[in-house]
């Protein structure tokens, strides 16, 4: 079936250093969203890709969408404590498929 | 807006029991989707109904069947529990289907004994 890999599974971070998360289809996606799951909560929207290349920016977040629409990252500059969680991307192949979630990356933030 | 709610949070059951999980979508979304959640992992869809249909079914055997109401409210059933079912059962509301954001709800713990 179709997959979503996601690299890092884990990583351990200094506060005030920057963290990326990486997204690889083999498959063409239409679209890819990123969610955030907080220890013990359940998983929150962060934003939706839907153009090759798109790039888009939320305070210390930038979300990249690859030219050829297989990939995506996420990085986080200066993290910080409330950043702690874990990050998924999410992948539609198309129309009304249902979202495939990548393992999702584990972040923890030492002050 | 009261946002995504479902019940109960927690149950235990044992091998070979139904349950049936329950899920209240956000007003005016009339798409729902059911996720399993292993920990360590990222969800797993299961179901998708938008507008009372089926929409979309993922990997799961038979034992495991949804519905979804008039008021777009849903239903999940799991049959002849497996030790294997134990998970978190998420549910997600969306205006339209899984081209539209997701909105979580903060899931059923179901733990098969």
């Known amino acids: 079936g179709q997959q979503v890999m996601q690299i890092p599974q884990y990583q351990h971070v200094q506060e005030g250093e920057d963290f990326t998360t990486y997204c690889n289809s083999s498959t063409t996606l239409s679209n890819i969203q990123w969610y955030k799951q907080r220890p013990g909560g359940h998983p929150v929207f962060l934003i939706q890709l839907v153009k090759s290349g798109e790039v888009k920016k939320q305070k210390r977040l930038t979300f990249q969408f690859g030219e050829a629409k297989k990939n995506s990252s996420l990085h986080i500059t200066a993290t910080q404590t409330t950043d702690v969680g874990t990050y998924f991307c999410a992948g539609q192949y198309s129309g009304n498929t249902p979202l495939v979630f990548g393992k999702g990356t584990r972040l923890s933030v030492i002050a | 807006d009261a946002g995504v709610t479902q019940s109960p949070t927690h149950l235990i059951k044992t091998r070979g029991q139904q349950v049936t999980l329950r899920c209240s979508p956000i007003?005016?979304?009339?798409?729902v989707s059911w996720y399993q959640q292993v920990l360590g992992q990222g969800p797993q869809f299961i179901f998708q109904?938008?507008?009372?249909?089926?929409?979309g079914r993922g990997n799961f055997p038979d034992r495991f069947s949804a519905r979804q109401f008039p008021n777009y409210s849903s239903e999940l059933n799991v049959n002849a529990l497996l030790l294997g079912d134990s998970a978190l059962y998420l549910c997600?509301?969306?205006?339209?289907?899984?081209?539209?954001?997701?909105?979580f709800g903060p899931g059923t713990r179901l733990t098969v004994t």
């Open positions: 997600a509301s969306s205006l339209r289907g899984s081209s539209y954001e997701q909105y």
């Open positions: 007003s005016g979304h009339k798409s």
């Open positions: 109904y938008y507008e009372k249909e089926e929409r």
